[in-house]
T-cell receptor, first 110, second 117 residues
Framework: KQEVTQIPAALSVPEGENLVLNCSFT??????LQWFRQDPGKGLTSLLL?????REQTSGRLNASLDKSSGRSTLYIAASQPGDSATYLC?????????FGAGTRLTVKP | GAVVSQHPSRVICKSGTSVKIECRSL??????MFWYRQFPKQSLMLMAT?????????EQGVEKDKFLINHASLTLSTLTVTSAHPEDSSFYIC?????????????FGDGTRLSIL
């Protein structure tokens, strides 16, 4: 059964800092990996989707990488802003379902 | 494109009430829909997978008689929490997938906050 771990569980940084969120998984036989943002009490906003054959995806200040051999993915956020404060979830597709990590709660202080 | 609408967004009701939550794919046909539950400060946990025209597949530990799922059309799945109790209070999120292939992304609704008094 796929296990997804996100470290750290919480992170607080001053505005402007670059930061990295980590996601590790136990089963490398995945189809895709997806990073989501969740604001308090809200649903999920998809940020980046990395296909199994890809190694990274970029969107604006966000860059996500995927290394299946080591079972790791990272989400890099450049020049963080207070509006980036949210919980970030990674999720993996394999065997007809999707497994989520517990998330990293990010706070960006002005 | 690929919009999923979930209704209602919030429900507050008394213990013993049955509550129905709807999940609709607005601009695509969803052969498969998923129902997740999220407790405070925890991640999403898959409850069940719903395929149009067939019975839902429930994850281990999820009571199928308590959480009734119907997926009667390619654009609508419903989750009914029967005789809800305070411990059922949670955030329920649905998602929908276009085709029956695991590599197709799921599109998520905005969730339903269920509070049982």
């Amino acid at each position: 059964k796929q296990e997804v771990t996100q470290i750290p569980a919480a992170l607080s940084v001053p505005e402007g800092e670059n930061l990295v969120l980590n996601c590790s998984f136990t089963d490398s036989a995945i189809y895709n990996l997806q990073w989501f943002r969740q604001d308090p009490g809200k649903g999920l906003t998809s940020l980046l989707l990395i296909q199994s054959s890809q190694r990274e995806q970029t969107s604006g200040r966000l860059n996500a990488s995927l290394d299946k051999s080591s079972g790791r993915s990272t989400l890099y956020i450049a020049a963080s802003q207070p509006g980036d404060s949210a919980t970030y979830l990674c999720a993996l597709y394999n065997n007809n379902d999707m497994r989520f990590g517990a998330g990293t709660r990010l706070t960006v202080k002005p | 494109g690929a919009v999923v609408s979930q209704h209602p967004s919030r429900v507050i009701c008394k213990s013993g009430t049955s509550v129905k939550i709807e999940c609709r794919s607005l601009d695509f046909q969803a052969t498969t829909m998923f129902w997740y539950r999220q407790f405070p400060k925890q991640s999403l946990m898959l409850m069940a997978t719903s395929n149009e025209g067939s019975k839902a597949t429930y994850e281990q530990g999820v009571e199928k008689d308590k959480f009734l799922i119907n997926h009667a059309s390619l654009t609508l799945s419903t989750l009914t929490v029967t005789s809800a109790h305070p411990e059922d209070s949670s955030f329920y999120i649905c998602s929908a997938r276009v085709r029956q292939h695991s590599n197709q992304p799921q599109h998520f609704g905005d969730g339903t906050r269920l509070s049982i008094l």
